[in-house]
């Protein structure tokens, strides 16, 4: 059996707060600002007025006002308000901090995350009249080129500031790749990786951060040739790769579904002493267990075990595979000791519910669930797995509890469509239309039902024709309804006085009926309405 050991625990650290007497100067109180987003223009200018009637003369004051201008930048930024970066700009100029260049870096960079070009471009000149422009400032000066899509200039800035000798580091890389994954301009990003290479830089480990995260990009959209064209350039600088880099480049070798490669790979890098972390571990495990590679899996289980302290990362990991393989309690017993160690985050329960979802056993669920609710707040997922176990075994009085508890505990924006529609499937099991009805009226009030709540509506209340008709003609209402689905149903339970004539409605707005369509009516009516239209199209020839 294995003996896992305890979850690693992060060192706590202490923090220290600075002395009163640093954070209240000249009769401003240099607090953090709660939400840059709620701070408006007319505080922003009032606190910049208190800033240019009260400079610092002593260097402690000094900066005090930095932190607070540096703040004020950041929420202009968030904003995008390059307006109030112009104010800041100037009441700097104005200021005893005009010299201080990273002061006018971040300035630069607000309007960059501002999107105002031609201030980036202004600010650069400036710098390059006066002095070497900072690396912040060349760095936001390529990053628009690269917004725009235009690689070559790019390419040919960075250029300019190799050869001008301004001291570099990793972090221009990590910037421009990370602003190109947020505009999902991916291959603006590799077209950058590819040219910045043929230019003279010292790269170290630092540098390959650009790399993976644009690598782990394509992967993740799908473009596995890509991330191989871009992983082996990497592999032409000769670097010793980092554990990240070689946890991106595993899951590249088992996304393309190169196993053995994936192993091989791994084990060269146990044989020669490099450190696999338990991110490393977790990308090999799940490549085994999606691969349906049993026995391996559970050798690699045993020796991860050995080489590492898991943390929870890993022991996710570990469960999923014990899930996929139904080794229920192999995976009872691990969560157990989780349980036993830490407080299992969310995903974490999420995990062990779907196995136990597989068990199929309503009173093992529940017990979990109990437990959970002593440390984590469930989830919308969480209830409606619960609920629908119950429904299925006939629990009725349990799931309606759980139904009445689920509307209480989450919050409006957790209790969407889905849930509702979760619940009313679930009710439809129950056989409670009443209570179906109920919980549909309390929807509507803040949620616009989709057709297919609505036609889910609708087979629950199936048994009641009554209550049925009522969410049709509602329906109906809101938009005449063309949807296959909804007419079959309607007409496979309506009342008998109402049948002929929603027969006829509905020959004339269902669009693309289907075989099923027209096998109800036949079977409600006697009627081939197929037959009927072709005749009346003949007669009117």
Known sequence: MIMWRSISQPRSTQITAAPNSLRIRRGLRATSLKS??????????????????SWPVDFQDANVWKQELYSL??????????????????????????????????????????NSIPDVERKFLEFQSKSKPHERIWGALIRTRLREGNVKEAISYFTKMKRAGVPTSHLIYVTCIDRCIEQNQLDVGKEFLIGAIQVDYNWDSKSQAAWTKLISAFIKNGRTNDATDLLNRLRVLNLDFTPQTNNVLLGLLSR?????????????????????????WSTVISALATSNRRHETEDMIFQAQID????????????????????????????????????????TWNIFFKILQKQNDPEVLLYYFDMMKESTLPNAHNYSTIIRILCEHGRSKQALKLIE???????????????????????????????????????????????HTWNMMLKTCAGRPDLMMEIFDEMRMEKEQEDVHTWTTIINFCPEDRLDDLVDIAAKVVKNPDVHFWRVIAKRTGRDLVMEMQAKENNSR
Do not use: W
Request: aromatic share 6%; net charge negative; with cysteine.
């Open 36 to 53: 840059k987003q709620d701070v408006n223009l007319i505080d922003s200018s009032s606190k910049m007025k208190q800033i240019a009637e």
């Open 73 to 114: 930048l950041e929420g202009a930024s968030e904003r995008g308000d390059a307006s109030s970066v112009r104010q800041i700009e100037e009441l700097v100029e104005a200021s005893p901090l005009y010299k201080e260049s990273p002061l006018h870096a971040s300035i630069t960079i607000s309007y960059e995350n501002c």
């Open 256 to 280: 393309t579904g190169q196993i053995n490669e994936m192993l091989e790979m791994f084990q060269r890098l146990r044989s020669n002493g490099m450190p696999c972390n338990t991110l490393i």
């Open 308 to 347: 590492v302290i898991p943390d929870i990362s890993l022991y996710n990991t570990i469960l999923k595979a014990f899930g996929q393989f139904n080794k229920y309690e192999e995976a009872t017993l691990l969560f157990e000791k989780i349980v036993a160690d830490t407080t299992p985050p969310q995903m």
């Open 405 to 451: 508890e689920v509307q209480q505990v989450l919050t409006p924006v957790e209790l969407n469509e889905t849930v509702y529609g979760s619940l009313i499937q679930s009710l439809g099991v129950l056989k409670q239309p009443q209570v179906a009805m109920e919980l549909f009226r309390k929807m509507r009030q803040s949620v616009q039902p989709h057709v």
